[in-house]
Nanobody, 126 residues
C-alpha cells in the first residue's frame, strides 16, 4: 500500500514563504511523476507543479511560475513545494499526487494520477 502524506501548511501573511512536504511510504514505489495540485473553496482542483522523476524536469502553472519550486530529496522519498511571495489567491488545500505510469502529456491533469495525499491547508491573509 502506497501512502502520500502532506505537511507544512498553515496561516501566513501575503509575501511570506512556506514549504510543503509530501512523504511517500509503503511498498516500493517508483512514480514516473509527482505533482502538487490545489483546490480552493468552491473551485475545481488545479495544477500547481510537477516533476518527472527521470531527469528531474519540472513544470509549473503560470500563476505560480517564478514563485514556487518543486523538488525532491536525494532519497527520493519526499517531494517539496517551496512557496515564496505568497498571495491571498494562493489560499487552498494543497494535494500531493504521484503515478507510476502517467502519460507525460497528462502531467497537468489531476485525473491522470492514481495516488493522492490527504491535503494540507494553506491560508494567506492580506
Amino acid at each position: 500500500q502506497v501512502q502520500l502524506a502532506e505537511s507544512g501548511g498553515g496561516l501566513v501573511q501575503a509575501g511570506d514563504s512556506l514549504r510543503l512536504s509530501c512523504a511517500v511510504s509503503g511498498r516500493t514505489f517508483s512514480p514516473r511523476a509527482m505533482a502538487w495540485f490545489r483546490q480552493a473553496s468552491g473551485k475545481e482542483r488545479e495544477f500547481v507543479a510537477a516533476m518527472r522523476t527521470s531527469g528531474g524536469y519540472t513544470y509549473y502553472s503560470d500563476s505560480v511560475k517564478g514563485r514556487f519550486t518543486i523538488s525532491r530529496d536525494s532519497a527520493k522519498t519526499t517531494v517539496y513545494l517551496q512557496m515564496n511571495s505568497l498571495k491571498p489567491e494562493d489560499t487552498a488545500v494543497y494535494y500531493c499526487a504521484a503515478d507510476p505510469s502517467i502519460i507525460l502529456s497528462q502531467l497537468r491533469n489531476p485525473g491522470a494520477y492514481g495516488y493522492w495525499g490527504q491535503g494540507t491547508q494553506v491560508t494567506v491573509s492580506s
